[in-house]
């Protein structure tokens, strides 16, 4: 069974969180962080680099010694070392650091004095008031992880849309490898590029469906097949994704495309449209009475109704069927039209490439610059660079941009936003660079009020170009810090500032509704990646993504345009 890069990311953190909780040296916890962290990014599927004999250690934050447990993994599907510290300490207790409030330290004291192995093991402990008692905890502490602990069980499960393409490309490669089969595209909120999916659609055209369908239940990742029929079948992989399969005739995959990829309310939208022009629309096609009108491609059911074709992204009926009637559908950018990267971190930091590494990287990529946004000195668990180490910096990008051709080395600094507004640098540093990055990064509790005018008192510096993952939040995980996001967009048009819509799959911060309003009141933003690796360079295609979701097009983005014309753009 092939083992996905996301599996192997995940059996890395569970060692690094097992190991947390164990005391282990800090050090090997993090080799482990960042190694998944590295693996989550990487583009290209491990199991194919071992089959092809890579060196996997040239990989960035992989040594030998994971490189060699890489292999072990995509050979044996057994990584024995976390077996091993399985033994030790239960797998479950990682699950109590999911719980705000319970970091390593707390599960490990939970586990030693009450034998609390699993959430499960918390909850009843918390139910039985046996937490309150413990030194430290309290029953307030008791009655928040209770709270905690239903809301993460009642989360239904999504996935995010990095992973979800995971699964989704070996699936897809296994399917048209079906007898038969013509076609297969994963539709749904997959084709939308929502930030999660619920669930893969997806859809093939066949003149022999239940082949397909056969084919499609033998999938070795299958944990076990819901439904199956001639047509269609729905069945829940191993990793707990659910996956439907339509399969039709070639004469109505217009049809069916645009009908499985939605979103319901904009098909919903359509079909009313159909109904006043005296039409009908389904799977199968376009209707009058009983004349099939066609159906072979989406832009026949579209044309019908006098739309334009509109692209997935905007399927979500915000207005985008106004757009299309009325000939005025945004361009939306596209991957190609990125010329550069604006925020990037290396191993003066808490990166795991050097700046050389980057630049060479940000090159073969065919970018035209790239800023180095390590992070400042508040930020001491990511090694922050202070006044000094960030001028020795500037230096060195100055000798690498001197020795290299065809990149620009753009010098720039992810600045923390203090409690007070102020920037964690001073101004004469600050001046040398050529653009900032502006992040909050710490007391995410603040109120509204105060978490906004403290960012707006940071926009007051004219050094402050761009914010960075304007609101915080993480996909799944933790939501946006509560913020006058309004107030902010509006507060930047005034000051000439910028917004990140910061492309690493966790973050899409900005999401698709503030790209939108940032366009609406003329607020370029920067597609950044983040990148914390040379591999982490490739998540541009999600910003993307997010950002087309939000309606915007290659004028609207910062890094569209050429590094004379963004100069003049970043000074304020
Ligand atoms: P998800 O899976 O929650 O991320 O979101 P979707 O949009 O992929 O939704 P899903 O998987 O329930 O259904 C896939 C597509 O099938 C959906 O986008 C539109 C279509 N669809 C499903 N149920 C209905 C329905 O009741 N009416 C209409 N018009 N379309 C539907
Ligand atoms: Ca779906
Ligand atoms: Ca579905
Ligand atoms: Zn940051």
Redesign the pocket.
Known sequence: MAVHNVDIADMFDRMAGLLDIEGANPFRVRAYRQAAGTIRDLPESLAAMVADGDDLSELPAIGDDLAEKICEIVETGRFRELEATEKRIPATLADLTRIPGIGPKRARKLHDALGIASLDDLASAAKAGKVRELEGFGEAVEAQFLEAIEAHRSKKQRFRISIAEDYAKGLEAYLKTARGVARVIVA??YRRR?ET???L?ILATAADGAAVIDHFTRYDEIEDVVSKGSTRSTVRLKSGLQV?LRVVAEESYGAALQ??????AH??ALRKIARAKGLKINEYGIYRGRKHLGGRKEEDLYGALGLAPVPPELRENRGEIEAARGGHLPELVTLDDIRGDLHAHTTASDGTSSLKEMAEAAKAMGYDYLAITDHSQHATVANGLDEKRLAAQLDEIDRLNDGMEGIRILKSCEVDILTDGTLDLPDSILKRLDLTVCSVHYHFDLASKAQTERILRAMDNRHFNILGHPTGRLVGEREPYPLDLDRIIEAAKERGCFLEVNAHPIRLDLDDVHCRAAKELGVKVSIATDAHSTTGLSVMRFGVDQARRGWLEKADVLNTHPWTKLEKMLAR
């Open positions: 749904g909120s929502r999916v619920g669930d659609d439907d009908y499985f990829t939605g979103s319901k098909t919903v």
